[in-house]
């Protein structure tokens, strides 16, 4: 699964994390936290995104990503690993 | 211990929000409970179900609240606080709390354990992949959070709080109510009896209890009567200071009595149901001959309508109508006293009893029940009864509407 696979997932799980979002475009230059997502709702997405992909990794390995590619590249990377 | 004295200007309740089988807001509320309509089925919610082939829990389930959340918001609530959140916003626009300055706004809601289905639920789906619980689960779980969202929603500042006093939390959080109001803690406060979302595991242990009846109808104060039967229910009453709301006046809380009694568990106990109705009457500057209207706790277990007869002859309340709300929406365990409290403030202003259903051999004729159909009453002085396990007893005072109580 490629890094732009990874992203249209964790764009899917912030639309229907926050459905407000439905017909806002998003891209991987987007950042969730601009977006209007708030913190337990990031942490929320991101676990549906891991389970998703089958990656089971500590939330704190997570920290760092600016916006939706950096997060699916990270994601994209402990995948391999 | 009761007032010394009756408090000249007692604070009344001017915002109504119910939640029941009977559907959604007070309109389905009053014609269901006027008309006597059963709505006692099998428990079909996910959660409810044994699974092994054994005969279903009979009850009654609510159609689902509307949706006046957030979608974000929504999707994180669960049936407890979207019931929540319905009654709430009914009662507060009726009583017109926006004019109220939100420090001055205060929410109390009853009940404790209140969303353990949507636990087990949790339990099944997440039991082989905990390391995905959802984040929420971390706070969601709490009662308290019922509080939290509705404080997100609408502009309470003041406080808000729970209080757990089982099956009369809802009586007990209007009890607090009338205390934070009296003392000038805040000028409205929200008494709100949550709905206690039952699981399987609960449901079974109130059978094993010897509590639970069979069905497919409850039949409370009949000879029949085999244990209560769950009602899904939410309500919220707004009780303020005379003058410190918008909404027109349902009625004046007298007087309140909220005692316990030493039991640890299910046993009623007829002398501390004396007590509290004696504590609430005696605050209300009233005896037991100027209640023309009683709603029992009557839940239909066999021990606890035995006490209450005994408790209300006593008193010597056998010149009051009387009637058995639970009969109709169930027992809404943790709602109960706050639904129930607001099928009386609501017959109180129809001028209308609602009949007690599936009363067809009384245990004491002696008794004036409302059976039948409903029936013409102008209630003056009611008195509320609310009792919990654990050992609580509440007794609840309402007068009608200043100027029409005499």
């Given at each position: 699964?490629?890094?732009?696979?990874?992203?249209?997932?964790?764009?899917?799980?912030?639309?229907?994390?926050?459905?407000?979002?439905?017909?806002?475009?998003?891209?991987?230059?987007?950042?969730?936290?601009?977006?209007?997502?708030?913190?337990?709702?990031?942490?929320?997405?991101?676990?549906?995104t891991l389970e998703a992909i089958g990656l089971k990794v500590p939330m704190v390995q997570l920290h760092g990503p600016r916006n939706i590619g950096e997060l699916a590249d990270l994601l994209h990377a402990k995948s391999k690993a | 211990m009761p007032s010394p004295r009756p408090d000249p200007h007692p604070p009344v309740v001017t915002g109504i929000g119910v939640a029941s089988g009977l559907g959604h807001g007070k309109d389905a509320f009053r014609a269901g409970l006027f008309e006597g309509r059963s709505v006692f089925a099998p428990l079909a919610r996910p959660g409810r179900q044994r699974g092994d082939g054994s005969p279903p829990f009979f009850g009654v389930e609510m159609p689902d609240p509307p949706s006046i959340l957030p979608p974000r918001v929504e999707r994180t609530a669960g049936l407890s606080g979207r019931a929540a959140v319905a009654v709430l916003d009914e009662a507060w626009r009726e009583a017109g709390l926006d004019r109220v300055s939100p420090e001055r706004i205060g929410l109390i809601v009853g009940g404790s354990n209140l969303m353990a289905r949507e636990q087990l639920l949790s339990l099944r789906d997440y039991a082989d992949r905990l390391d995905f619980l959802p984040p929420r689960h971390g706070h969601v779980f709490l009662d308290t959070d019922i509080c939290g969202l509705c404080a997100s929603q609408f502009p309470i500042r003041g406080f808000a709080h729970t209080i757990g006093a089982a099956s009369a939390s809802g009586a007990a959080a209007i009890v607090e109510a009338v205390e934070a109001v009296r003392s000038g803690r805040v000028d409205a406060c929200i008494a709100l009896g949550a709905l206690q979302d039952v699981s399987l595991m609960d449901l079974q242990g109130f059978?094993?209890?010897?509590?639970?009846?069979?069905?497919?109808?409850?039949?409370?104060?009949?000879?029949?009567?085999?244990?209560?039967?769950?009602?899904?229910?939410c309500a919220a009453?707004?009780?303020?200071?005379?003058?410190?709301?918008?909404?027109?006046?349902?009625?004046?809380?007298?007087?309140?009595?909220?005692?316990?009694?030493?039991?640890?568990?299910?046993?009623?106990?007829?002398?501390?149901?004396?007590?509290?109705?004696?504590?609430?009457?005696?605050?209300?500057?009233?005896?037991?001959?100027?209640?023309?209207?009683?709603?029992g706790h009557a839940t239909g277990t066999p021990s606890g309508?035995?006490?209450?007869?005994?408790?209300?002859?006593?008193?010597?309340?056998?010149?009051?109508?009387?009637?058995?709300?639970?009969?109709?929406?169930?027992?809404?365990?943790?709602?109960?006293?706050?639904?129930?409290?607001?099928?009386?403030?609501?017959?109180?202003?129809?001028?209308?009893?609602?009949?007690?259903?599936?009363?067809?051999?009384?245990l004491d004729e002696a008794f004036r029940w409302v059976r039948g159909a409903a029936q013409e009453h102008r209630i003056r002085h009611a008195l509320k009864f609310s009792f919990g396990f654990g050992g609580t007893n509440v007794a609840l005072v309402f007068g009608a509407p200043e100027g029409e109580a005499t």
């Amino acid at each position: 699964m490629d890094s732009d696979r990874i992203a249209e997932i964790i764009i899917a799980e912030i639309r229907s994390t926050v459905p407000e979002l439905e017909a806002q475009p998003i891209t991987r230059g987007d950042s969730m936290a601009d977006l209007g997502v708030d913190s337990i709702e990031r942490s929320e997405i991101i676990l549906a995104t891991l389970e998703a992909i089958g990656l089971k990794v500590p939330m704190v390995q997570l920290h760092g990503p600016r916006n939706i590619g950096e997060l699916a590249d990270l994601l994209h990377a402990k995948s391999k690993a | 211990m009761p007032s010394p004295r009756p408090d000249p200007h007692p604070p009344v309740v001017t915002g109504i929000g119910v939640a029941s089988g009977l559907g959604h807001g007070k309109d389905a509320f009053r014609a269901g409970l006027f008309e006597g309509r059963s709505v006692f089925a099998p428990l079909a919610r996910p959660g409810r179900q044994r699974g092994d082939g054994s005969p279903p829990f009979f009850g009654v389930e609510m159609p689902d609240p509307p949706s006046i959340l957030p979608p974000r918001v929504e999707r994180t609530a669960g049936l407890s606080g979207r019931a929540a959140v319905a009654v709430l916003d009914e009662a507060w626009r009726e009583a017109g709390l926006d004019r109220v300055s939100p420090e001055r706004i205060g929410l109390i809601v009853g009940g404790s354990n209140l969303m353990a289905r949507e636990q087990l639920l949790s339990l099944r789906d997440y039991a082989d992949r905990l390391d995905f619980l959802p984040p929420r689960h971390g706070h969601v779980f709490l009662d308290t959070d019922i509080c939290g969202l509705c404080a997100s929603q609408f502009p309470i500042r003041g406080f808000a709080h729970t209080i757990g006093a089982a099956s009369a939390s809802g009586a007990a959080a209007i009890v607090e109510a009338v205390e934070a109001v009296r003392s000038g803690r805040v000028d409205a406060c929200i008494a709100l009896g949550a709905l206690q979302d039952v699981s399987l595991m609960d449901l079974q242990g109130f059978r094993a209890l010897g509590a639970l009846g069979a069905g497919p109808v409850c039949r409370p104060m009949d000879t029949g009567h085999d244990g209560f039967l769950y009602g899904e229910a939410c309500a919220a009453l707004v009780v303020t200071r005379p003058g410190h709301s918008a909404g027109t006046v349902y009625g004046r809380v007298l007087g309140t009595g909220f005692c316990t009694d030493g039991s640890r568990g299910p046993e009623p106990n007829s002398e501390a149901q004396v007590r509290a109705a004696q504590d609430a009457l005696a605050a209300a500057g009233l005896v037991a001959a100027d209640i023309d209207y009683v709603n029992g706790h009557a839940t239909g277990t066999p021990s606890g309508d035995e006490a209450e007869l005994a408790t209300m002859r006593r008193l010597g309340l056998g010149h009051a109508r009387g009637n058995a709300t639970k009969s109709i929406i169930g027992h809404g365990l943790s709602a109960a006293g706050a639904v129930e409290a607001a099928a009386v403030l609501i017959q109180m202003r129809e001028r209308l009893l609602h009949p007690t259903l599936h009363l067809d051999a009384p245990l004491d004729e002696a008794f004036r029940w409302v059976r039948g159909a409903a029936q013409e009453h102008r209630i003056r002085h009611a008195l509320k009864f609310s009792f919990g396990f654990g050992g609580t007893n509440v007794a609840l005072v309402f007068g009608a509407p200043e100027g029409e109580a005499t």
